[in-house]
């Protein structure tokens, strides 16, 4: 006993050592290293029977862990995550406090569908489920239905992101069941579970059955909207115009989509502060972008985009998680893009640096994303289009010339022979930019090279 006491106050030194240090540098590595003490000191504790302790120093280090995997995106740390989750459950079991377990492990299991484990975030989730099930027939309460609902439709959401759409359907017509039996006073909830039901159904290829559960669902929303216009009304109401919009688009009624999108964002921007009105407004205004693009009316769709941008930024701004920064980055890309093809090259230029700087910086804290390097190239191509397109030739050349080299490694490396036709097009862009410097001998030799590669070299 006195070996575990001298090991707790050596953790509890260490650990409030470096709980300063994440306060005034919190880098993935100062929350790293604060996550692994407070895992260790957990265990000390609970060897010592004291258990409360130890579950305040397991929830510390999951949730640190947690927060680097989803905001850092290192995927490494998922072994070391569930680990301490596990320890936590654990903990938490023995004092009782079985539905704090259950609840994050769903948020877990969540977080591993996320990143491509859906089979074992399946594992983990259906004990839950079934667990959520048998209480609520037991009891007929509304918090085991809440709860049940919560578990089963996380369930319905990993089955559906491993296409198992069927079992899905059938994980989300079991809880509408659940709560429609409750009767009146179960709308909003209804409604959010029909939403899901439909946009598996549209998944599904039934189209009309989905577009027909939309519609009364946005019947419903509008009654509900008449007497109480709060944040959670219009979030779900703006959602289910968004999952129409998907269906009309789908079946070739742009203009119907675009007008369910108008009036989603017209009910939504009131409420613009709130998180899931946000992202429904992110998501409307990318496909706004989109729809008007489509139609080629680029004015409009830089006008829908820069919205978007303002968007991601502040939600960025707010809660820099990995996930965020990359759609403000995404959102920035079709601006700069656009920016481009509307002649606004300046701006475009402008955009196109920024972005190559922050892929650069992504893809250098992050070398096992090699899609990240992607990205790099992606913001350097729009960068040296918009140079070309102000004169400044020498500018461009090197960025041209950078995009040639990394495809030319890339593809040394293995990379799939699709990028052939990418090294082909810069090749001719450089061939482009030689002949305006007056290397003519350069240009004419990127062009042969581009030919060889399969481009349709235009001289």
Same mark, same amino acid.
Do not use: W
């Given at each position: 006993m006195q070996e575990l006491d001298a090991t707790l106050a050596r953790q509890t030194s260490r650990m409030n050592e470096l709980q300063r240090q994440a306060e005034s540098e919190p880098t993935v590595a100062s929350l790293d290293a604060l996550a692994s003490i407070a895992f260790e000191r957990g265990e000390t504790l609970a060897a010592l029977g004291r258990t409360d302790e130890a579950i305040g120093d397991q929830q510390l280090a999951t949730s640190l862990l947690t927060q680097i995997v989803a905001g850092a995106g290192r995927v490494d740390l998922v072994p070391r995550m569930r680990s301490a989750g596990e320890r936590l459950r654990t903990f938490l079991q023995r004092q009782g406090r079985g539905q704090e377990a259950s609840v994050q492990a769903l948020g877990e299991a969540q977080l591993l569908?996320?990143?491509?484990?859906?089979?074992?975030a399946l594992r983990q989730v259906d004990p839950i489920v079934a667990e959520?099930?048998?209480?609520?027939?037991?009891? /007929? $309460?509304?918090?085991?239905?809440?709860?049940?609902?919560?578990?089963?439709?996380?369930?319905?959401?990993?089955?559906?992101?491993?296409?198992?759409?069927?079992?899905?359907?059938?994980?989300?017509?079991?809880?509408?069941v659940a709560v429609a039996s409750f009767g009146a006073g179960q709308e909003p909830f209804l409604c959010a579970l029909r939403t899901n039901r439909a946009l598996t159904l549209?998944?599904?290829? /039934? $189209?009309? #059955?989905?577009?027909?559960?939309?519609?009364?669902?946005?019947?419903?929303?509008? #009654?509900m909207l008449a007497s109480l216009p709060d944040a959670d009304t219009v979030g779900? $109401?703006? /959602?289910?115009?968004?999952?129409?919009?998907?269906?009309?688009?789908?079946?070739?009624?742009?203009?119907?989509?675009?007008?369910?999108?108008?009036?989603?964002?017209?009910?939504?921007e009131p409420f613009a502060d709130d998180a899931e009105v946000s992202a429904q407004l992110r998501s409307i205004a990318r496909k706004r972008t989109s729809a008007a693009r489509a139609a080629g009316q680029l004015d409009e769709a830089l006008q829908h985009t820069n919205t978007w941008c303002a968007l991601a930024q502040t939600q960025a701004e707010a809660n820099s998680t990995m996930e965020n920064v990359e759609e403000m980055l995404e959102a920035a890309y079709d601006r700069a893009v656009l920016l481009h093809e509307t002649g606004r090259h300046d701006l475009a230029l402008l955009d196109a640096g920024n972005l190559v700087s922050a892929w650069e910086q992504l893809a250098g804290q992050q070398s096992e994303r090699p899609e990240l390097e992607q990205r790099v190239l992606m913001g350097l191509d729009v960068r040296e289009r918009a140079l070309s397109a102000l004169g400044r030739h020498d500018e461009a050349l090197v960025d041209q010339s950078r995009i040639v080299d990394t495809f030319r490694r890339?593809? /040394?490396?293995?990379?799939?022979?699709?990028?052939?036709?990418?090294?082909?097009?810069?090749?001719?862009?450089?061939?482009?930019?030689?002949?305006?410097?007056?290397? +003519?001998?350069k240009a004419q030799?990127?062009?042969? #090279?581009?030919?060889? +590669?399969?481009?349709?070299?235009?001289?």
């Open positions: 569908s996320q990143l491509g484990e859906g089979e074992q959520a099930k048998a209480a609520l027939e037991a009891t /007929r $309460t509304e918090e085991a239905l809440e709860f049940y609902v919560q578990a089963a439709t996380i369930r319905a959401g990993i089955l559906y992101a491993l296409q198992r759409l069927d079992e899905a359907l059938a994980t989300e017509n079991e809880s509408v549209g998944a599904l290829g /039934r $189209t009309d #059955e989905a577009q027909a559960e939309l519609l009364e669902v946005i019947g419903a929303y509008d #009654e779900g $109401t703006v /959602r289910a115009h968004n999952a129409l919009a998907d269906l009309l688009f789908e079946q070739g009624r742009a203009d119907e989509a675009v007008a369910a999108l108008q009036r989603a964002a017209t009910l939504a890339m593809l /040394r490396m293995g990379a799939a022979p699709q990028l052939q036709q990418g090294l082909a097009m810069t090749l001719q862009h450089r061939a482009a930019t030689h002949r305006a410097l007056g290397n +003519l001998d030799a990127d062009l042969q #090279e581009a030919q060889r +590669l399969g481009g349709g070299v235009v001289h």
